[in-house]
């Protein structure tokens, strides 16, 4: 078990962003669990919680003017997205297979052992490796639906074949999935452009501001967002949708009633009304 939760351990950059998945749920953004040094705790058992590790580059040259490139980013969320429900039964399947993989190894061998000595605990390893290989097929099967050469996916299966890396084959056919996009679009893609939008709101709104708040942003978001058009930053400050007359923050879209006079979270922001 501790090699399980030690595979949850990766070495991140300066200026990585988290993207998890825990269970059934959605894909939220957060920080590590842990952190030592370079290296920090972004899962526990995958693929319980699944990880992507997202570097938060600049998608294209500050001096640069593209003109539709609000478009160009619409289009490759869309892209990713497809992609991801092209693939969303074998990655499904990936994901359960891991988790059996996982109590196998966590109980079944124990209890083999125990039971039958030396001749359960090689025939239990055995049937680990056998159930890696399913799971490396699986993972094979998934690229070639997406569209990667036959020797790129067998290589990137290969590694699978390990009982102890194996539950990581959904995070290797996801990878592939977002492969050429850029961080914004790969975030978009797995958030879903509501919930991207309105990750980035307090940024954008900096942004959109200037002052110091932002020049002196230097986290992974702050650099995303200097990389994003000002017509996808107005986006994303945009009114919150709501029927009821009431106030909220124009920078994190907390909803106020009564006479509070700003927003706790933004340093007393003046409110504004929807």
């Known amino acids: ?27 939220v953004e957060r920080e590590p669990w842990a952190k030592v040094g370079s290296f920090a705790l972004v899962a526990w058992w995958p693929p319980i919680v699944v990880p992507m590790l997202i570097p938060a580059t600049r998608s294209a040259d500050p001096g640069e003017k593209r003109p539709g490139w609000s478009a160009d980013f619409l289009v490759a969320m869309a892209r990713g997205r497809r992609r991801l429900r092209r693939v969303r039964i074998i990655i499904a399947a990936l994901r359960i297979f891991g988790v059996m993989l996982l109590l196998w190894i966590a109980f079944a061998i124990p209890m083999a052992t125990a039971r039958f000595g030396v001749h359960g605990l090689v025939r239990a390893i055995v049937q680990a490796f056998v159930m890696s290989a399913v799971i490396a097929l699986g993972a094979a099967l998934g690229l070639r639906w997406l569209g990667i050469a036959r020797g790129s996916a067998i290589r990137a299966a290969v590694p699978l074949l390990f009982p102890f890396t194996a539950p990581r084959a959904c995070e290797v056919v996801i990878g592939a999935a977002l492969r050429d996009l850029t961080a914004d679009a790969q975030l978009a893609a797995l958030l879903g452009e509501k919930r991207f939008l309105r990750w980035i709101r307090p940024s954008a709104y900096d942004a959109l501001h ?44 907390r909803s106020y009633r009564g006479d509070t006079p700003g927003c706790y979270d933004c340093g007393g922001l003046a409110l504004e009304r929807r």
């Open 210 to 253: 200037g002052g110091p708040r932002f020049e002196g942003d230097a986290s992974p978001v702050g650099e995303l967002v200097r990389a994003l058009p000002r017509t996808l930053i107005e986006r994303a400050v945009q009114a919150p949708p709501g029927n009821e007359d009431g106030r909220y923050c124009p920078r994190c879209a």
């Open 1 to 27: 078990m501790a090699v399980l939760w030690l595979d949850g351990w990766r070495r991140v950059g300066p200026q990585d962003l988290l993207v998890v998945r825990s269970g059934l749920g959605r894909w």
